[in-house]
């Protein structure tokens, strides 16, 4: 099983065109996954303890590990990270495969609200907050910052990772919009040939 987050490269435009950056690439909206690129993927792999980091001299070598797993958990992933993936002709992620702790959360409380961000799962569990957010990080991309993009990116898995060790655990989550206690799916995890 492994935990991944991607960032993208090109921005998503503001409702507000005068809103839009000199100097900075925009896609054509949330709908333009291949637009968007991909500028970096951070992953957490189980089976040999290691978060890693994966460029474009190196995407080959997450799609191995995708295709070597029998889980790929993230959080949004399913409608997002797999999304974008595909086009940018990186890896396809099966659907059979994909395990998306928001949809899971969502799943477990019923669907009675609307999906929470990371941010909000962790801090209601465990006081946690994000480094920044995803909507800056292909700005800082674009700028040149690439070590600041890669460490938010990696503070993504991690904090994943830690909701996907509570849910591994049987222990439940506090939902951040009323403080229930939820109990996940478990990933059916198999031997992966």
Not at 28 to 57: A, E, P, Q, T
Not at 145 to 173: E, F
Request: some cysteine.
């Amino acid at each position: 099983m492994i935990i991944y987050d991607i960032e993208i490269i090109k921005a998503i435009p503001p409702k507000n065109p005068l809103e839009r950056l000199d100097g900075i690439e925009y896609c054509n909206g949330w709908h333009d996954c291949k637009g968007m690129g991909v500028s970096v993927i951070g992953c957490y792999d189980y089976r040999d303890d290691r978060y890693r980091v994966f460029l474009r001299d190196n995407f080959d070598e997450f799609r191995d590990l995708v295709h070597g797993s029998s889980v790929v958990v993230g959080f949004n992933n399913a409608k997002f990270d797999n999304a974008v993936l595909e086009p940018c002709e990186i890896v396809n992620i099966s659907g059979e495969k994909t395990y998306d702790i928001l949809q899971e959360i969502w799943n477990a409380n019923g669907a009675r609200f609307s999906p929470s961000g990371l941010d909000a799962v962790c801090k209601a569990n465990f006081g946690t907050s994000k480094t920044g957010h995803g909507a800056f990080a292909p700005v800082d991309w674009q700028r040149g910052n690439y070590g600041k993009v890669i460490d938010y990116c990696m503070n993504d898995v991690r904090m994943t990772k830690q909701i996907m060790d509570l849910v591994l655990n049987g222990a439940s989550i506090i939902s951040p919009k009323d403080g229930k206690l939820l109990n996940l799916r478990q990933p059916m995890i198999k031997k992966v040939a």
